[in-house]
């Protein structure tokens, strides 16, 4: 339970995105080259590649719909920590009941007390491994979706706008040492998927 609320403060968006080619740099390289241009048929056609990046710690940080489900999955740890925080407490106080009153307890009853203190504690420790994987399974379910919201724009996007890569970078997990800012597209993903999100929230609640 603690481990999943201490991800869920950590978490970032990651993503890795390869757009296809463009059919003109396609046609392009393939297209023959004609007999009578001898500098064309001595240069090939140079292809110039296309390539962007999203800070996916930007993205953590602005899109509201990756913050609202964070937060709603935050809300839902702490629900299930208070509630097995409080079965725990009552647990305690039979216990510590018990303990008063073992001494002048007949045999048969300690034995039927103490039998029944451990049936609790295993149910305590079953609801909170039930609880635990409940809530990965949510935030599985949860993130998964925002990670589908993110590519799907971002594919539509490459296509619009003729990328063939687009990548990410982070200062947490830099798996691209440096990236030339003027290759930066994270403000205008950040815009158009809040943009989106934020359209699609009235139609959700109706």
């Known amino acids: 339970m603690n481990r999943i609320l201490a991800n869920l403060s950590k978490v970032t968006l990651g993503l890795i995105l390869v757009a296809s080619v463009a059919s003109c740099n396609q046609n392009a390289s393939n297209a023959p080259a004609s007999k009578n241009d001898s500098t064309a ?14 800070n996916s710690d930007t993205l953590s940080e602005k899109y509201v719909y990756f913050k609202d489900i964070k937060s709603k999955l935050e809300a839902k740890v702490k629900k299930a920590q208070s509630d097995l925080q409080s079965k725990g407490q009552a647990f305690q106080r039979e216990v510590a009941e018990y303990q008063q009153k073992a001494a002048t307890m007949s045999a048969s009853d300690r034995q039927a007390t103490e039998e029944k203190l451990a049936r609790k504690q295993d149910e305590l420790g079953r609801l909170d491994q039930n609880a635990s994987q409940s809530l990965a ?43 030339d800012s003027k290759l930066d597209i994270t403000k205008e993903v950040v815009e158009a998927l809040n943009k989106e999100y934020s359209a699609k929230k009235p139609a959700e609640k109706k």
């Open 41 to 54: 048929a001595a240069s090939p056609v140079k292809i110039q590649e296309k390539i962007v990046y999203v």
């Open 137 to 179: 399974q949510d935030e599985a379910t949860e993130f998964n979706a925002v990670y589908n919201a993110i590519t799907e724009y971002l594919k539509k996007h490459a296509e619009e706008k003729g990328y063939q890569f687009v990548l990410t970078y982070s200062k947490t997990n830099p798996a691209v040492i440096y990236a």
